[in-house]
């Protein structure tokens, strides 16, 4: 156990999914061409007013709930000024004298421990602009100028890099979950930094913070962590790299920080209520329309299918990451399919099938009712896990239900025992040699004889018969 407590604080923007920006009229999705959904508010035009959208609004209060946040009696803006050329106004607009949730909790599970992240905040802003940089210029693309984003920052509470996945994990299925955001980091729609010092056994600081910024993948989030500690201790403990206060990067081929600019202070932003936004009162009604669209979310979900239906967590997050799986497999175990089996069909079968096929769970033709009927018939015994996978097959071949195909194929078990007596008669008469090794201890030959039974009743014949058969046959 380290002597050190890692403190660490996560700083997450999510662009948020909507037709339009989040204070003006133009469309907001991705484009290859540059600066193709703009306008004058976009820009800064001389004059220009900002139009609020409604429904950016209604998902960053949706957030807050699923947070465990404090909404605000009134909706306001405020302005955050500073000059960068990725901001035509001067200033951005965002949140801080009320902001759409505060004071915030969410109860976690990881390596087989509770755990609680404390939300400081979460605010509604718009995004900036973008930029390519070149050997002698910069060229900017105004596109993502005025995305919604909402912005989650959590205190500094977590204490190591898999609580901190755990986090982002559960931030990023919930944004999907509640249509929120798409949530993908690879496209820029989940930028993270990563806040990290260490405290000695009195709880006291004994490292500055250092800001990781803008860290590409959830995966590289552990790797950040796990070397901006391993750092820390080993320049605390030699003196070999003063440590100071500072915002790095993550470089994603040496798996290491970098570092980019010290920092001695905090900017002083000089905000300012935003005087173009009026303060909209927050209906009380219509918060409790929104908190009744959030659906059971995959903390809820994981801890359930840890300790409910004896998933392990690995299993468990296979099934939460994804809403609709998650979905179908409540609905296999709500019509009574045993939850093992649901999780087994989905990881050995569907999901791979899924995978090959670059389809969704949406779009899978088997119904969990369908999947009852093939689990069901080989509990009966009427079919064997064979002919159910076969069944299983045709299923997603031919487009039809199991019913209709389990008699076109012919899919029953053999289990008459006259008939199978005969034919294991006829296989024992044909290895008289084997028999004889059999009673001379090479009991392995069993095997052996129950694969014979099989192949030639091409599947079909009753495993738990035929080894009875056999058994008082070869005594």
């Not at 973008?130 to 205190?155: C, F, K, Q």
């Not at 009026?278 to 959030?294: F, G, H, Q, V």
């Not at 015994?381 to 031919?398: D, M, R, T, V």
Request: aromatic letters at 10%; a negative charge; one cysteine or more.
């Amino acid at each position: 156990m380290s002597k050190y407590e890692v403190v660490i604080g996560l700083e997450i923007h999510a662009a948020v999914l909507s037709n339009t920006k989040v204070f003006s009229p133009s469309k907001n999705s991705y484009s290859d061409v540059p600066n193709e959904n703009i306008n004058e508010i976009d820009l800064s035009f001389p004059g220009i007013m900002p139009s609020l959208n409604k429904e950016a609004v209604r998902k960053a209060l949706k957030m807050s709930m699923v947070l465990g946040c404090v909404q605000p009696d009134e909706l306001m803006f405020d302005r955050k000024n500073y000059y960068y050329p990725d901001l035509p106004k001067g200033f951005q607009i965002t949140q801080v004298t009320k902001p759409v949730g505060i004071n915030g909790k969410v109860e976690l599970y990881v390596d087989n421990h509770d755990f609680t992240v404390n939300i400081h905040d979460i605010h509604l802003e718009e995004d900036t602009a973008s930029m390519d940089h070149y050997d002698y210029y910069t060229l900017i693309d105004y596109n993502r100028a005025g995305t919604p984003l909402v912005e989650i920052v959590t205190e500094p509470c977590i204490h190591s890099g898999e609580e901190a996945v755990a986090f982002l994990e559960f931030l990023a299925n919930s944004l999907r979950y509640c249509n929120v955001s798409d949530a993908d980091m690879k496209k820029g729609h989940l930028r993270c930094d990563v806040n990290i010092n260490l405290k000695n056994e009195n709880g006291e600081f004994i490292t500055p913070r250092v800001e990781i910024k803008n860290v590409g993948s959830i995966s590289y989030v552990l790797d950040a962590v796990n070397y901006e500690v391993a750092r820390q201790i080993k320049a605390y403990e030699t003196g070999i790299e003063e440590l100071v206060q500072e915002t790095r990067r993550f470089d994603e081929a040496t798996k290491t920080t970098i570092r980019m600019r010290t920092k001695e202070d905090a900017v002083d932003y000089k905000y300012f209520v935003e005087p173009n936004i009026p303060r909209i009162k927050i209906d009380k009604s219509w918060l409790k329309e929104i908190r009744k669209e959030i659906p059971s979310l995959p903390n809820e979900r994981l801890k359930r299918y840890i300790k409910e239906y004896s998933l392990s967590e690995s299993e468990a997050k296979t099934l939460v990451k994804d809403f609709e799986l998650s979905n179908y497999y409540e609905e296999c175990i709500k019509i009574g399919i045993n939850p093992k089996v649901a999780f087994n069909w989905l990881s050995t079968n569907i999901i791979g099938y899924l995978n090959k096929e670059f389809m969704t769970i949406r779009d899978f033709y088997i119904t969990p009712n369908y999947l009852k009927f093939i689990v069901d018939k080989i509990n009966s015994g009427e079919i064997s896990s064979k002919q159910g996978k076969e069944l299983f097959n045709y299923c997603l071949e031919e487009k039809e239900e199991p019913s209709i195909l389990m008699k076109k194929h012919n899919l029953k078990q053999m289990d008459n025992s006259n008939e199978l007596e005969g034919i294991i008669d006829n296989i024992l008469k044909n290895n008289l040699k084997l028999i004889e090794d059999y009673h001379n201890g090479k009991t392995n030959l069993f095997g052996f004889f129950i694969g014979e039974v099989m192949k030639q009743t091409k599947g079909k014949a009753n495993p738990v018969i035929a080894k009875q058969i056999l058994t008082d046959k070869l005594k």
